[in-house]
């Protein structure tokens, strides 16, 4: 039986000289599951098309169209149509947003906005340059969550209780949470945690823990850490569980992506 070819997939991880700011330039026919990510995201879809379902719904995003995630806001993406889309992505660590804006959301999940999106396409160039100005790029990215900026997307807050327990897994992803423990802090049985979870978050607990080990190691990986290292350091049960997921979520295997960094 002949093995079908996988999805062209290629990331570019750029350095940023900044903290607390990664970029990724991404050409994929491959579609994302649901993930999240630990950060904000402001995007150029630069060829090709994308979908996605979030919190905001189904949108779709064309060239020339920027594209935004808030952190941990559960959502997937797709092609549009049978070619490649190519996109670049910067993630941006909230404490990084905290100092621009004490509270701080996008305006829509996808903004077409030629001001924006030439700005977006300056500091992707920028940051492509090995002597890039690190106030320059900091500048920068002010003024793009300036104009990425809008109202409150009106999002519901999860009840405090199941908050409880999302918060017990953010403040040790890589410890051996049990469903019991979580259901503890939430003071409710294991059922109602699992089904509450769910709707509330949009991950069961332990996808939500996965995505937050992941999350763990790639702050780990791009400072330098070993492979091995950052798998035993972030939860993992060895370097090849994590390379499986770690691959599975963003098309690029944690030592491609150590190495960009390094």
Known sequence: MMRMAAPFHHVRPLRTHLPGVQAIVTESARSFGRHTHGQFGLGLVMDGGQASHSCAGTVEALPGDCI????????????????????????MDPDFVAGAADAYEFARPVLSDAR???????????LARLEAD?????????????LAAGRSLGRVEAPGRLRLARQLIDDCPSEQLSLGALAHAAGM?????????GRA??????????????????????????????????????????????????????????????
């Open 201 to 262: 978050f949009g991950l069961t607990p332990h996808a939500y823990l996965m995505q937050r080990r992941l999350q763990l190691a790639r702050a780990l990986l791009a400072q330098g850490v070993p492979v091995v290292t950052a798998a035993t350091d972030a939860g993992f049960a060895d370097q090849s569980h994590l390379t499986r997921l770690f691959t599975r979520a963003l098309g690029i295997t944690p030592a491609a992506y150590r190495r960009a960094f390094s």
């Open 116 to 126: 924006l999106a030439t700005l977006l396409l300056r500091t992707c160039t920028t």
């Open 68 to 91: 935004t995630v808030h952190p941990d806001e559960v959502h997937d993406g797709m092609p549009l149509g049978d070619r490649p889309r190519r996109w670049f992505m910067l993630y």
């Open 134 to 146: 690190g106030l320059l790029v900091e500048q920068e990215g002010m003024r793009l969550l300036g």
């Open 189 to 197: 049985d294991k059922f109602q945690l699992v089904r509450g979870f």
